[in-house]
């Protein structure tokens, strides 16, 4: 039973209707070949028989790899629970969810690395459509931690420092956990409580 004083949010419903199983298939085979081996020979065909699925069925959910692993990423950003304590200061509960976000894929680097390219692809309508869902996920648990009455400036700040912090993490210049960490430093210069 929830603790008292303790707010749970519920997801964002998700555009598709929810993950049908075939689709939780396919990521978990994706995640199972990509922690086997780089991203390069990964295809929709590899995807469909270790997901013992016809390609037919795959291919009419996504129209490429990128838009498996964009997919993917959305999956695994938008079912991290969403709990805000309001007893937790404002800086405690931002560190909280950028640190869940920023460690989603932290012990799976192969798989974090395919993710981080597929989302960077820009001729893909599906990766765009998977791009835009992790943004508006990641400004509701921003604005959630905020709570009401916080700056607009100051959410628009926390997610570009988030998203730089991200980039640095997916380009391999530091390691996932580590980011975290210098990312819960940054916050603490951001958020001070009095200037909210």
């Known amino acids: 039973m929830p603790r008292r ?6 997801r964002l419903t998700d555009l598709h209707g929810g993950r049908s199983p075939m689709c939780r298939q396919v990521f978990r085979a994706a995640a199972a070949l990509l922690g086997e081996s780089s991203d390069s020979g ?4 590899a995807l469909a ?3 013992r699925v016809a390609p037919a069925a795959v291919t009419a959910h996504f129209p490429s790899v990128d838009a498996v692993l964009a997919e993917l990423y959305l999956h695994r950003v938008s079912t991290l629970p969403l709990t805000v304590d309001p007893d937790s200061s404002v800086a405690a509960r931002v560190k909280g969810q950028l640190r869940a976000l920023t460690l989603v894929m932290a012990d799976e ?3 974090a690395a395919a993710c981080s390219r597929a989302l960077l692809s820009a001729d893909d309508p599906a990766v765009l459509c998977a791009r835009n869902r992790i943004g508006a996920e990641v400004q509701r648990r921003i604005a959630a931690a905020l709570g009401t009455g916080a700056w607009p400036e100051v959410q628009d700040t926390l997610e570009t420092v988030f998203w730089g912090a991200l980039l640095q993490a997916q380009s ?4 996932y956990r580590e980011m975290a960490n210098r990312l819960d430093t940054m916050l603490s210069l951001i958020l001070p409580d009095e200037a909210l």
């Open 49 to 51: 028989a270790r997901a």
């Open 5 to 10: 004083g303790v707010t749970h949010a519920t």
């Open 42 to 45: 990964l295809s929709m065909p």
């Open 109 to 111: 680097p192969t798989l």
């Open 172 to 175: 391999r210049a530091i390691d």
